[in-house]
């Protein structure tokens, strides 16, 4: 084959995988289209959004399908997941849609410019309420944007609290002073600084609880994602919270609201913490992140997704959740102690320790398999 007709060749096979890609897109377009009206159908008969014996069944039937043609199974199973996530999402914002929980109805976000503090608009949007955004960062019209909260108009239905903890306490009293009758509720990632703004206001007749969204602004599917949700003395509130997420996946697991830090020392302190080692390890071992990148095993990938994904948050907010917890500090003992084992177990060229250490956490973390 000359130079003539492999560029001819490579041309044609390059237009016709174009033309596939096209295909691929429409019949994926196509499928949303048809997902839109099985939720639809499933709303109008009060059927559950997510069924997962009907999800094992396609993706059973895509393994089969992959394998008759030639094709990789996981990666098909790993394309129709994705479309299957996205199916959900849609499904999900669309019952929200539907449902207008908010019609006729105004929402005020206290940090809605942040990044939880506009998935919270957007959530509350996505409902029909007409939001209204407070935060420093926006620049006042008088309408809809208030670049200080105590501007903007608390005759509202519902309010949401994403300030900085350091603030919390004061807007949750300002609020009750101000006798509003909104639900109020606060997205804090610790507690205890406010637990007693948060009691006052509610013993002051406030409708207000506390929440804590376990997942990040960019989040777009609820299912399988935890909100915790605390009755700070107004049984009501917790059920007005409840009905915002009533047509959502995400599952609202109550949580006493004196236990919520002491849960959260292992789950946010301690594993923030890991991230931040293992990064500045990594700065201060003298090796290039891009030689790193070369070489990087399956494990090293791993931990490194989650070591970027925790250098990309806020310093002062994970600050905030270090210091402030008073049930910190020995989970970070607890840390160094596990680093020292580790360390002399090595050194000391002792298999029988660093053995018990993995077996030890071996039987721990079998309780969490699924």
């Known amino acids: 084959m ?57 993706l059973d039937g895509v393994r089969r399908a992959a394998v008759s043609k030639g094709l990789d199974a996981e990666l098909a199973e790993d394309i129709f997941q994705r479309l299957i996530e996205a199916s959900l999402a849609r499904q999900e914002r669309e019952r929200l849609r539907l449902a ?29 309420f007409d939001v209204i955004i407070a935060d420093p960062a926006v620049e006042t019209d008088g309408d809809v944007r208030f670049s200080d909260w105590r501007a903007a108009p608390t005759d509202v239905s519902v309010i949401a609290i994403a300030v900085p903890l350091h603030d919390c306490a004061e807007v949750v009293s300002e609020l009750a002073r101000r006798r509003v009758e909104a639900l109020v509720f606060d997205i804090g990632s610790l507690k205890s600084p406010l637990q007693p703004a948060l009691r006052a206001a509610a013993e002051s007749g406030l409708r207000i609880c506390s929440v804590h969204p376990m997942f990040g602004p960019d989040t777009q599917l609820l299912s399988d994602r935890h909100i915790l949700l605390m009755d700070v003395g107004n049984r009501e509130a917790v059920e007005a919270f409840r009905s915002l997420f009533a047509d959502t996946l995400a599952e609202l697991v109550s949580v006493d609201l004196d236990e919520h830090d002491r849960l959260m020392a292992p789950i946010l302190g301690l594993s923030h913490a890991l991230g931040i080692a293992f990064f500045t390890a990594l700065a201060d071992s003298g090796v290039p992140a891009e030689r790193l990148s070369e070489l990087s095993s399956t494990t090293f990938d791993r931990q490194l997704a989650i070591a970027r994904s925790v250098a990309g948050e806020s310093p002062d907010l994970y600050f905030e959740i270090q210091s402030l917890n008073r049930h910190g500090h020995g989970v970070r003992k607890v840390l160094l102690q596990a680093v020292q084992t580790l360390i002399e177990a090595i050194e000391s060229d002792d298999i029988d320790a660093f053995r018990q250490l993995m077996l030890k956490g071996r039987a721990y973390l079998s309780g969490l398999e699924r």
Not at 25 to 54: C, M, N, T, W, Y
Not at 115 to 121: D, S, T
């Open 2 to 58: 000359d130079e003539s007709d492999f560029g001819d060749r490579l041309k044609g096979l390059r237009d016709e995988l174009d033309s596939v890609d096209a295909e691929l897109i429409e019949l994926a377009s196509r499928r949303q289209q048809l997902v839109s009206e099985i939720g639809r159908i499933k709303k109008r008969h009060g059927r559950q959004l997510r069924d997962f014996r009907r999800e094992r069944e396609v």
């Open 100 to 128: 207008r929980h908010g019609h006729g109805q105004r929402a005020l976000v206290i940090g809605g410019a942040g990044r939880m503090g506009g998935w919270l608009a957007a959530f509350l949007d996505g409902q029909g």
